[in-house]
Nanobody, 133 residues
C-alpha cells in the first residue's frame, strides 16, 4: 500500500495563489516506490480531470492545457513530498484536488491520456480548493 496525504487547500480570491502538498508514505520504500506522481481535481457534478504530473527520476512534467503557465508541479525526494504551486487562480479552479501515484513503463513522462498513459492506482483523500471571484 502507498499512502498519500494532501494538504494546503483553502479559500482564496481570484488571482491569488496556493501551494498544495502531498506526502507519500510507503513504509521504508518511500516516494521511489512509484515513479509517477500526479495531481487530479474534481468539481461537484464534474468528472475527475488530470492537472499535472511529474516523473520522479528526471523531474519531467506534464500539464493539462487549462493550467499551463499557472500551475507548477515539483518534488522534494528528501521530504517524500510532491507540490502543486497554483498561481493566478480562477473560480474555475475550484475543486477537490487529489494526489495520485503510479508507474511509467514506456518512457520518462507521466501522462494520464494517450498511448503512454499511466494507470494511477494510489490516491489520497483530497484537499478542497475554493476560488472566489
Amino acid at each position: 500500500q502507498v499512502e498519500l496525504v494532501e494538504s494546503g487547500g483553502s479559500s482564496v480570491q481570484a488571482g491569488g495563489s496556493l501551494r498544495l502538498s502531498c506526502r507519500v508514505s510507503r513504509g521504508s520504500v518511500g516516494i521511489h516506490s512509484s515513479n509517477c506522481l500526479a495531481w487530479f481535481r474534481q468539481a461537484p457534478g464534474k468528472e475527475r480531470e488530470g492537472v499535472a504530473s511529474i516523473y520522479n527520476d528526471a523531474g519531467t512534467t506534464y500539464y493539462a492545457d487549462s493550467v499551463k503557465g499557472r500551475f507548477t508541479i515539483s518534488q522534494d525526494n528528501a521530504k517524500n513530498t510532491v507540490y502543486l504551486q497554483m498561481d493566478s487562480l480562477r473560480p474555475e479552479d475550484t475543486a477537490m484536488y487529489y494526489c495520485a501515484a503510479g508507474a511509467a513503463r514506456f518512457g520518462t513522462l507521466c501522462p494520464w491520456v494517450g498511448p503512454l498513459s499511466v494507470a494511477y492506482g494510489y490516491w489520497g483523500q483530497g484537499t478542497q480548493v475554493h476560488v472566489s471571484s
